[in-house]
């Protein structure tokens, strides 16, 4: 079982994510991306909502990069404005997912009478599809940012939860930690000290996934109107917003799609890197 | 075996326990008032307390809750507030697109993916194969109800080659329902291909990593033999298993895709039962499609007890 | 798989180009699903659309607004003060179950609109009681009199339909059988309604004039198809799918027009949408705030992004358009201010602090949404914090019941046929707009009987809603309607009706 001690002992993770000049590449994406959100005012001469009715749906042009929309706000602003939503979304959603599936999954892992029940809650969960779950959920917290994320990040838990149990069942069985436990150190501290740190690099390269997939999760409730408020644009929002327009006007929905798939496809290849860098175990195969 | 499968058995029976309460409960916390919707834009608060009294929805909470567990033992999932049908009839009637959409949307992926995929692994790491992996990686990025409103108005608006939205007239024939289903599987299909290529080209490149691949090579029997009787039939065993996991994903997408083509399937039912407080609706189509999946993750579980000589319990 | 392709695409145009269906069946797209059978319960411009051509009311409304006898055999007759109103009744009428139609079952639906209508209200608590008188009359007694009883029977929105005594129910009609031309035939819900030609019908005489006169039957069957995307509406209307087609967008005008296939059908000042003021709780009890949010927002801009089109809208803010018998300019030079200093001097005088000004609304009606977002500019130019609550319309129709949820909702109404079933301007409405000069002249607007000494209190009326601003009427929009070339006999108003379409041969 020396592979669990792998990462920590491995030289240089980060040197061999960064050999990878795909991944590299997608960072840098991601880097200017999130550049985009935290300095968004610097970048644009225009408010996100300042609205001119006599400059409504003109096309791509200097002074509007992106064109404008149906009310005659710069597309351009509005991305990186929803740019700032739709990533917050996505990092939300992980960070969440995380916090939650660590719990049940070392309580699962740890405490073999809660195992069960977790067990058999996150097979409930999980037979749900993903977004009729997330519909459920919103419909019964009711639309907003922070319902959305809630609703998204349990959506995502058991992922994650799933990957903690297997790693906590291998730990707990380790010698050194039966010896811990054996020398009367606490059970919080055992925790801690071996099975979380173990568990770190699976649950970044989830996070990353799950980034990715609550990013799409959100288009997707968005566009069937169950997501967000679309008063705060998203990209998702902006398309189903657009969508009317497609015809007459298509950079309405374009860029918005590009600017998710583009970030999307980005997560991903990150979180290939990052698995391939930080667990040399699983072979790039899949 | 036996042992194995009271396991199975009774895990999924708690499992769908804990589906119902779940599900109830949800659709008992959403705000929102079902009587608002019938009334219109012109009524008043005491018409919708009214209304909401004559339909039974001011009854205590654990009190529905136990009308429901009683009625579902009795096999009654209830009755439709917007529709004033059973709502088992309700789904029933609505489950045509959404079935063949599935199948067709399957049938799509599987017919480009898996060769590709099968095809990818065997020149691994050639051009071929990175093209194959990175088209994958997009598919998966693409949100899909982005693809279809571009391929409602390229294919279907401009080129005018498929109808752009709905599922036909009343009186259309099979024909032209599959017609409307053509734009939406490819939409669901495109995103569903992404999965079963990764999946198939690691199974294969995992099989074709195999001691008696390599015991078969160097017995010097054809490599076209090798690769399509020996690998080929062998990777396609976890392949299935995959196919039978998208279920999933597909309801997920085919929820989406009904809404963008218009297509009066069970998954643009449960939108407008969310958007409408249709109670018994969206807890029916919720049980339903948890205990189709829970079903079907078994009956694939089961298949492969039987055919994988590998894995024993 | 190019081949297949090629296959496909070559059946697919084969298919749509056909489009020809049995002769005397029309096809008609509808906005949404007709959310309920029972037209008593409802005021969505859908199902008292579609439920007109099942169920028939006492009187109907002709081309200028006026109440023609439908199942009433001729106008009402007054007496005792006109608080004793006599209706005779058609005879030999016969429901689609092939039952008569009698007085007791008049009686009855009536008294179950009283118990049901949202627009039966008002009116409800004037009514000592409806009884038959024979066979073929029912008198109504009345506490007081009430000039807008006319115009009530006969409106066709949460209509008093006149069903048979069997299928009244406390909940929702238990079947779907009335005295119609068409008789439903088959409903797969969200998918389409099958309307038949009911044979036993017996029709109203006179020439045909909007939902009065003659009722011919000359289709054999209309299929009313719920379409919720107008592109689909458009799209079908134009390969020939549907033969007549509800809100299509403003900018596929001129695409109607030119087409060999398609016409056209533009309803001027169809309907007007409204920005309620809370008057019971939070910051729009302050009059000062209600002047602020009346002078700040910009109409025109506000009806542009409902519309999209500067040529489809009125901004008009007189409630009812120019050339309606209740027109008046009393007060209108409140509206369309459109002066952040103006509104930030009321701002300053009712002492705001910054507390955000809460629009509720929903994005099922996108128009709604867009003009939200529209007046969210201009209120916060003015100096207005503004929070948009964007829900859908289940949660709004709860929520605008509680005061303390919003400061501001949004909807939308037709014109009424009597500006006193106006909702809004009664005090117990949920804005709550209490004024005891308004409410006096409200109460004498529902009593007096002359229609020119009427006319002058609802102008009154009129100058104290642009003083007081109960609501906002941000102007009069006109509503786009797609037809197959050829299609006549559809009358142009709110609510498309087809018993004396044609379709062209």
């Given at each position: 079982m020396s592979?669990?001690?792998?990462?920590?002992?491995?030289?240089?993770?980060?040197?061999?994510l960064?050999?990878?000049?795909?991944?590299?590449?997608?960072?840098?994406?991601?880097?200017?991306?999130?550049?985009a959100?935290?300095?968004a005012?610097?970048?644009?001469p225009?408010?996100?909502?300042g609205?001119?009715?006599?400059?409504?749906?003109?096309?791509?042009?200097?002074?509007?990069?992106?064109?404008?929309?149906e009310?005659g706000r710069d597309?351009?602003t509005?991305l990186?404005?929803?740019g700032?939503?739709?990533?917050a979304?996505?990092?939300?959603?992980?960070?969440?997912?995380?916090?939650?599936?660590v719990?049940?999954?070392?309580l699962?892992?740890?405490f073999?009478?809660?195992?069960?029940?977790?067990?058999?809650?996150?097979?409930?969960?999980?037979?749900?599809p993903d977004?009729?779950?997330?519909?459920?959920?919103?419909?019964a917290?009711g639309?907003?940012?922070?319902?959305l994320?809630?609703?998204?990040a349990?959506v995502?838990?058991?992922?994650?939860a799933?990957?903690?149990?297997?790693s906590?069942?291998?730990v707990?069985?380790?010698?050194?930690?039966?010896?811990?436990r054996a020398l009367?150190?606490?059970?919080?501290?055992i925790?801690f000290?071996?099975?979380?740190r173990?568990?770190?690099s699976p649950?970044?390269?989830q996070a990353t996934?799950?980034?990715?997939?609550?990013?799409?999760?959100e288009?997707?409730?968005?566009?069937?109107?169950?997501?967000?408020d679309?008063?705060?644009?998203?990209?998702?929002?902006?398309?189903?917003?657009?969508?009317?327009?497609?015809?007459?006007?298509?950079?309405?929905?374009?860029?918005?799609?590009?600017?998710i798939?583009?970030c999307?496809?980005?997560?991903?290849l990150?979180g290939?890197?990052?698995?391939?860098a930080?667990?040399?175990?699983?072979?790039?195969?899949? | 075996?036996?042992?194995?499968?009271?396991t199975?058995?009774?895990?999924?029976?708690?499992?769908?326990?804990i589906?119902?309460?779940?599900?109830?409960f949800?659709?008992?916390?959403?705000?929102?008032?079902?009587?608002?919707?019938?009334l219109?834009?012109?009524?008043?608060a005491?018409d919708?307390?009214?209304l909401?009294?004559?339909?039974g929805?001011?009854?205590?909470?654990?009190?529905?809750?136990?009308?429901?567990?009683?009625?579902?033992?009795?096999?009654?999932?209830?009755?439709?507030?917007?529709?004033?049908?059973?709502?088992?009839?309700v789904?029933a009637?609505?489950?045509?697109?959404?079935?063949?959409?599935?199948?067709?949307?399957?049938?799509?992926?599987?017919?480009?993916?898996l060769?590709?995929?099968?095809y990818?692994?065997?020149?691994?790491?050639?051009?071929f194969?990175?093209?194959?992996?990175?088209?994958?990686m997009?598919?998966?990025?693409?949100?899909?109800?982005?693809?279809?409103l571009l391929?409602?108005?390229?294919?279907g608006?401009?080129l005018?080659?498929?109808?752009?939205?709905?599922?036909?007239?009343?009186?259309?024939?099979?024909?032209?329902?599959?017609?409307?289903?053509?734009?939406?599987?490819?939409?669901?299909?495109?995103?569903?291909?992404?999965i079963?290529?990764?999946f198939s080209?690691?199974?294969?490149?995992?099989?074709?990593g195999?001691?008696?691949?390599?015991?078969?090579?160097?017995?010097?029997?054809s490599?076209?033999?090798v690769?399509?009787?020996?690998?080929?039939?062998?990777?396609?065993?976890?392949?299935?298993?995959?196919?039978?996991?998208?279920f999933?994903?597909l309801?997920?997408?085919?929820?989406?895709?009904?809404?963008?083509?218009?297509?009066?399937?069970?998954?643009s039912?449960?939108?407008?039962?969310?958007?409408?407080r249709d109670?018994?609706?969206?807890?029916?189509?919720?049980?339903?499609?948890?205990a189709?999946?829970?079903?079907v993750?078994?009956?694939i579980?089961?298949?492969?007890?039987?055919i994988d000589?590998?894995?024993?319990y | 798989?190019?081949?297949?392709?090629l296959l496909?695409?070559?059946?697919?145009?084969?298919?749509?180009?056909?489009?020809?269906?049995?002769?005397g069946?029309?096809?008609?797209?509808?906005?949404?699903?007709?959310?309920?059978?029972?037209?008593?319960?409802?005021t969505?411009?859908?199902?008292?659309?579609?439920?007109?051509?099942f169920?028939?009311?006492?009187?109907?409304?002709?081309?200028?607004?006026?109440?023609?006898?439908?199942?009433a055999?001729?106008?009402?007759e007054?007496?005792?003060?006109?608080k004793?109103i006599?209706?005779?009744?058609?005879?030999?009428?016969k429901?689609?179950?092939?039952s008569d139609?009698?007085?007791?079952?008049?009686?009855?639906s009536?008294?179950?609109?009283?118990?049901v209508s949202?627009r039966?209200?008002?009116?409800?608590?004037?009514?000592?009681?409806?009884?038959?008188?024979?066979?073929?009359?029912?008198?109504?007694?009345?506490?007081?009199?009430y000039?807008?009883?006319?115009?009530l029977?006969?409106?066709?929105?949460?209509?008093?339909?006149?069903?048979?005594q069997?299928?009244?129910?406390?909940?929702?009609?238990?079947?779907?059988?009335?005295?119609?031309?068409?008789?439903?035939?088959?409903?797969?819900?969200d998918?389409?309604m099958r309307?038949t030609?009911?044979?036993?019908?017996?029709?109203?005489?006179g020439?045909?004039?909007?939902?009065?006169?003659e009722?011919?039957?000359?289709l054999d069957e209309?299929?009313?198809?719920?379409?919720p995307?107008?592109?689909?509406?458009?799209?079908?209307?134009?390969?020939?799918?549907?033969?007549?087609?509800?809100?299509i967008?403003i900018?596929?005008?001129?695409?109607?027009?030119?087409s060999?296939?398609?016409e056209p059908?533009l309803?001027?000042d169809?309907?007007?949408?409204?920005?309620?003021?809370?008057?019971?709780?939070?910051?729009m009890?302050?009059?000062?705030?209600?002047?602020?949010?009346q002078?700040a927002?910009?109409?025109?801009?506000?009806?542009l992004?409902?519309v999209g089109?500067?040529?489809?809208?009125?901004?008009?803010?007189?409630l009812?358009?120019?050339?309606?018998?209740?027109?008046?300019?009393?007060?209108?030079?409140?509206?369309?201010v459109n002066?952040?200093?103006?509104?930030?001097?009321?701002?300053?005088?009712g002492?705001?602090?910054?507390t955000?000004l809460?629009?509720?609304?929903?994005h099922?009606?996108?128009?709604?949404?867009?003009?939200?977002?529209?007046?969210?500019?201009y209120?916060?130019?003015?100096?207005?914090?503004?929070?948009?609550?964007?829900?859908?319309?289940?949660t709004?129709?709860?929520?605008?019941?509680?005061?303390?949820?919003w400061?501001?909702?949004?909807t939308?109404?037709p014109?009424?046929p009597?500006p006193?079933?106006?909702?809004?301007l009664?005090?117990?409405?949920?804005?709550?707009?209490?004024?005891?000069?308004k409410?006096?002249?409200?109460?004498?607007?529902?009593t007096?009987?002359d229609?020119?000494?009427?006319?002058?209190?609802?102008?009154?009326?009129?100058?104290?809603?642009?003083?007081?601003?109960?609501?906002?009427?941000?102007?009069?929009?006109?509503?786009?309607?797609?037809?197959?070339?050829?299609?006549?006999?559809v009358?142009?108003g709110?609510?498309?009706?087809?018993?004396?379409?044609?379709?062209?041969?």
């Open positions: 592979a669990v001690t792998a990462s920590a002992t491995h030289a240089g993770p980060l040197r061999v960064l050999q990878n000049r795909v991944v590299t590449l997608s960072i840098v994406v991601l880097g200017i991306f999130a550049i959100a935290i300095f005012p610097y970048l644009t225009y408010q996100p909502n609205l001119s009715m006599r400059e409504r749906l003109l096309p791509p042009s200097s002074e509007h990069w992106a064109g404008t929309d009310l597309i351009f509005r990186i404005y929803a700032r939503v739709s990533l979304v996505g990092l939300g959603v992980a960070a969440l997912a995380s916090v939650f599936g719990v049940l999954g070392i699962a892992g740890f073999s009478r809660l195992d069960p029940a977790i067990s058999r809650l996150l097979d409930a969960m999980m037979a749900f977004v009729l779950l997330a519909i459920a959920l919103l419909a917290f639309g907003s940012l922070l319902n994320i809630i609703a998204l349990i995502f838990t058991p992922r994650i799933r990957v903690v149990r297997a906590s069942l291998v707990r069985e380790l010698t050194y930690v039966e010896a811990a009367g150190v606490s059970t919080p501290r925790l000290h071996h099975v979380f173990n568990i770190t649950i970044i390269v996934f799950i980034f990715a997939a609550a990013m799409l999760s288009a997707g409730l968005s566009f069937l109107g169950i997501g967000i679309p008063s705060m644009p998203t990209w998702g929002v902006m398309i189903s917003a657009g969508r009317q327009y497609i015809d007459t006007a298509g950079w309405l929905i374009l860029f918005p799609g590009l600017a798939t583009i999307v496809v980005a997560l991903q990150t290939d890197g990052l698995r391939d930080l667990d040399p175990r699983i072979r790039k195969s899949i | 075996m036996v042992s194995y499968l009271r199975r058995l009774l895990g999924m029976v708690l499992t769908v326990l589906v119902l309460v779940f599900v109830f949800i659709a008992r916390l959403a705000p929102g008032d079902p009587a608002e919707l019938l219109g834009p012109d009524a008043s005491a919708a307390e009214a909401r009294e004559r339909m929805l001011n009854l205590p909470v654990p009190v529905q809750f136990l009308s429901f567990l009683g009625q579902l033992l009795r096999g009654d999932l209830g009755t439709s507030i917007f529709y004033r049908q059973p709502v088992l009839e789904m009637a609505r489950a045509e697109p959404t079935i063949l959409l599935t199948l067709m949307s399957l049938a799509i992926a599987v017919t480009i993916a060769p590709i995929g099968i990818g692994a065997y020149r691994r790491g050639g051009a194969d990175q093209g194959a992996v990175a088209v994958a997009l598919a998966a990025a693409l949100p899909n109800f982005w693809v279809g391929l409602q108005k390229y294919l608006t401009d005018g080659w498929f109808p752009v939205s709905g599922y036909g007239n009343p009186d259309a024939s099979i024909w032209e329902r599959v017609q409307h289903l053509v734009l939406p599987s490819i939409a669901l299909g495109f995103a569903q291909s992404a079963i290529l990764r080209r690691a199974s294969m490149l995992d099989v074709l195999d001691d008696y691949i390599r015991t078969a090579r160097s017995k010097g029997i490599e076209r033999r690769v399509l009787r020996h690998a080929l039939r062998n990777a396609l065993i976890p392949i299935v298993t995959v196919i039978g996991l998208s999933a994903l309801i997920s997408g085919a929820v989406i895709t009904e809404r963008v083509f218009n297509l009066p399937g069970v998954g039912l449960i939108v407008g039962a969310v958007l409408r109670y018994p609706l969206i807890q029916a189509a919720l049980i339903v499609v948890a189709l999946y829970i079903l993750n078994f009956l579980d089961m298949i492969y007890l039987a000589p590998r894995v024993k | 798989m190019r081949k297949l392709v496909l695409a070559t059946a697919s145009s084969l298919c749509l180009s056909g489009g020809a269906f049995a002769a069946t029309m096809n008609v797209a509808l906005i949404g699903e007709v959310d309920t059978l029972d037209p008593m319960i409802s969505k411009a859908v199902v008292n659309m579609v439920t007109q051509h169920y028939e009311t006492l009187y109907a409304l002709d081309e200028s607004w006026e109440p023609q006898p439908l199942l055999a001729g106008p009402p007054y007496s005792n003060g006109d004793t006599r209706i005779p009744l058609r005879t030999g009428i429901f689609h179950d092939g139609m009698t007085s007791a079952d008049v009686v009855d009536l008294n179950r609109w009283l118990e949202p039966a209200k008002e009116f409800k608590p004037l009514v000592k009681t409806i009884t038959a008188d024979g066979d073929d009359a029912i008198v109504i007694e009345l506490t007081d009199s000039a807008p009883l006319l115009s029977l006969s409106f066709p929105s949460a209509p008093p339909v006149v069903v048979p069997e299928i009244i129910s406390a909940d929702q009609l238990t079947a779907t059988v009335g005295t119609g031309p068409y008789t439903l035939a088959e409903y797969k819900p998918q389409y309307a030609r009911f044979d036993g019908y017996q029709s109203p005489e020439a045909p004039s909007f939902l009065a006169g009722r011919q039957q000359n209309i299929r009313f198809i719920p379409v995307d107008a592109n689909t509406r458009m799209e079908g209307l134009a390969s020939g799918q549907f033969d007549y087609a509800d809100g967008q900018e596929n005008y001129d695409r109607l027009l030119e060999d296939a398609t059908v309803m001027e169809a309907f007007a949408p409204n920005f309620a003021l809370n008057h019971k709780a939070g910051l009890t302050n009059p000062d705030l209600r002047k602020a949010v002078y927002l910009a109409p025109e801009d506000m009806l992004a409902a089109n500067d040529v489809f809208f009125e901004a008009d803010g007189a009812y358009p120019k050339g309606h018998v209740w027109h008046n300019e009393a007060g209108v030079e409140e509206y369309n002066d952040p200093a103006r509104a930030k001097q009321h701002l300053d005088a002492g705001y602090d910054g955000p809460r629009i509720l609304t929903s099922q009606y996108e128009f709604h949404f867009k003009m939200a977002e529209v007046a969210k500019f209120l916060e130019n003015a100096g207005f914090k503004v929070e948009l609550v964007v829900v859908d319309w289940a709004l129709g709860e929520k605008r019941n509680d005061p303390k949820e400061d501001i909702y949004i939308h109404s014109f009424l009597d006193a079933i106006n909702q809004l009664s005090a117990d409405s949920n804005i709550g707009w209490s004024d005891p000069e409410d006096a002249a409200l109460k004498e607007l529902a007096e009987t229609l020119e000494a009427r006319k002058e209190i609802f102008a009154h009326i009129q100058e104290l809603y642009f003083r007081d601003v109960p609501y906002i009427k941000v102007g009069n929009i006109s509503e786009l309607r797609g037809s197959r070339k050829g299609v006549t006999g009358p142009l709110p609510w498309m009706v087809f018993w004396n379409a044609k379709l062209p041969d």
